[in-house]
């Protein structure tokens, strides 16, 4: 039988025993048995709701039982609301101990705080990353039913006409597909800096993109002013239209709304801006790391281009009870059905756009985050080595207090506490340093989708939070434990002939330096170092590309 099935029986019995004796009182008094078990029952009330209400103070039972014992006295109290306000006594009181003693060590105060805050941002920085390259969803309409569309199998080319797709497959989804709710295309052969501005100010290189007239609200993509591209538009010899970047808009014309409408001049020839795009949608972070656009024209979809070739990169948008492997299927059977006459083959491989845009990055980011996760567990171990080398000189004071009757928990609780301020006092610091790192990432040059969406939100906030408690545990648990299990007879006779320590406390030690040293030399075995080379070799291979 389990303690808590004992404790049932015994509230059974104990009940039986109650209503028992007041049976036979009242049985002395005249009544016969039953009638005075009968009244009885009846005055001592419902049997069902007194068992629930044993029942709702045991659940509280071991707290009032741990609160006791951590106290000392032995005493146990179902009250709910008295254990939650000792407790809050106790941490209170522990609080202010604790302070009070890292009042006295300022500068061991300063030194962790500071390699804690140093930690704990690093760890806020990374995982700031890995939630924008890795977990946030592309900034589009409903993105978990955007897919992307290859030709071949990924990586199968080397060359993007290898993996790109003719304007007929285009048209042969968009007309027979089911799958799909719309397909729409983006041409992959624009050279970056190929059109020149005029007119206004100093003449001007700029890069174009081109796009089918339903590429925007496929993606439920809306101009901050203006308009998308209408399908009047999107035919040779149609009107001369644009839309413009957000950053265009913002440095060549002093994002003024009365842009719309006005003709520019691209190219010696005349063009009517009809819209300015959402800061939001970078396309340079998003579908093509390595290129950055200042305005969109569209495109025609007519047998002209089509006879280019292979130039369309393609995003589907799913129907709400379609699957991806439905419009793998679906695609695959209209790409056999395609006349061959003079087509190009379209082997397509339908993949979720959210997985496209992170697959490049997801092995280094989390390899990265893994070493970040390594040097913190070093620094976890260093403070934990400083705290129990700094509670040898506090074994004195532990052993006075657990002779006057301070109890084991107690003495934890307290240590536990010091220990927990200085995370507190370092996850003040590491969240600071989050802000200015997430900052720098997002700004950063570098070809890495998503990362400029890098930022400290609720979730960051929560995790550097869940970081500074869990930190504060993995740092003082050992030296607390270690230090309050002690012998107070031992301490104080050695205290008195000059010991200064025993062999346990310098394997302690010991073991914590080797470990240290076992997980540095694992973080220096990492990749990710390569990977952080890496990203400030494009970033500067790419800041070279714009000044040619």
Known sequence: MTPRDRGYADFDEEIRAHIELEADRLVERGLGREEALAAARASFGSMVKSRKRFEASERWGWLDRWGAGARGDG?????????????????????????????????????????MGLGIGAS?????????????????????????????????????????????????LRREGRAFEDVAGLYLFDRPGSQTLTGDGEPERLTRLRVTQNFFPLLGVRPVVGRTFDPSEAVDGGPNVVMLSHALWRSRFGADPDVVGRAITIDDRPATVIGVLPASFRFATILAPTADIDFVVPLPLNERMNRQGNTLALIGRLRPDATVETAQAEASLIASRAPADGRNSFDPLVRPLHEQISDASRDSTLLLAAAVGLVMLIVCANLSNLLLSRGAARERELAIRAAAGASRPRLIRQMLSESLALALCGGVVGLSLAFLGARYLANLDANIPMLAYARVDVVVLAFTVGATVLTGVVVGVLPAVRLSGLSPEGVLREGSRGSSGGRRRRWLRKT???????????????????????????????????RR
């Not at 709910?80 to 006295?104: F, K, P, Q, V």
């Not at 589009?140 to 030709?151: A, G, K, S, W, Y």
């Open 75 to 115: 005493a146990a109290v179902v009250s709910r609301e008295a254990w939650w306000r000792r407790l809050w006594d106790g941490a209170s009181a522990d609080i202010a101990l604790g302070l009070r003693a890292l009042r006295r060590d300022r500068s061991l105060v300063l030194f962790v705080t500071l390699v």
């Open 124 to 172: 806020a920085t990374v995982f700031s990353t890995v939630q924008a390259v890795l977990l946030r969803p592309p900034p589009f309409e409903d993105p978990n039913r955007l897919v992307f569309l290859f030709n071949g199998e990924r990586g199968g080319g080397e060359r993007l006409s290898q993996i790109s797709v003719q304007i007929a497959h285009l048209q042969d």
């Open 512 to 546: 914590l330096v080797v470990s240290e040293v076992a997980l540095a030399c694992l973080a220096l075995f990492l990749p990710p170092g390569k990977q952080v080379n890496a990203w400030h070799l494009s970033r500067n291979s790419s800041m070279r590309a714009r």
